[in-house]
């Protein structure tokens, strides 16, 4: 398993919390994005460079993807992409996106685009809080904890 993050709107803080696990659980992350990154110097952090576009960082995303490894990401569609490919999403407020509620956020997403198209400010979201800082970090953790007790059954 490796993390992939679609890096171009993660939170600088979540990116910090990645950098911090993937050096203590010796994991791949990789940070995708349209624009150049500086990441820490380590041998389990990577940057990848995508040219400039919609959604070209998310299909290298999912191109590059194998089952079982773990998306950050806060857009929806990708998070349905990597659903039906076999792997899991975590948003950046620490959700997780399932097969039992992407059909849901996907419509309430294409809801949302109406209205905003048709001149109703729907405001953004909230502020990244520290509460959600937390329920990430704690959402990793699980995770992870539960990924190794697998492996570790199937060895």
């Known amino acids: 398993m490796q993390i992939w993050v679609d890096a171009d709107a993660c939170p600088a803080v979540i990116k910090e919390i990645l950098y911090r696990v993937a050096d203590r659980v010796q994991m791949q992350v990789t940070l995708v994005a349209n624009q150049l990154l500086r990441v820490p110097p380590s041998r389990f952090i990577?940057?990848?460079?995508?040219?400039?576009?919609?959604?070209?960082?998310?299909?290298?995303?999912?191109?590059?993807?194998?089952?079982?490894?773990?998306?950050?990401?806060?857009?929806?569609?990708?998070?349905?992409?990597?659903?039906?490919?076999?792997?899991?999403?975590?948003?950046?407020?620490?959700?997780?996106?399932?097969?039992d509620n992407i059909a849901q956020m996907l419509t309430m997403r294409a809801f949302m685009d109406e209205l905003r198209g048709s001149g109703?400010?729907?405001?953004?979201?909230?502020?990244?809080?520290?509460?959600?800082?937390?329920?990430f970090a704690n959402s990793l953790d699980r995770h992870l904890a539960k990924q190794k007790l697998t492996s570790s059954r199937a060895s």
């Open 46 to 99: 990577r940057s990848v460079q995508v040219p400039s576009g919609a959604d070209v960082a998310d299909q290298e995303i999912v191109r590059l993807l194998a089952p079982g490894d773990l998306v950050i990401t806060g857009d929806i569609p990708l998070a349905s992409d990597v659903l039906k490919k076999g792997g899991s999403a975590l948003n950046p407020r620490g959700e997780f996106y399932t097969n």
């Open 120 to 135: 109703v400010d729907t405001g953004g979201p909230a502020a990244f809080s520290q509460s959600d800082r937390q329920n």
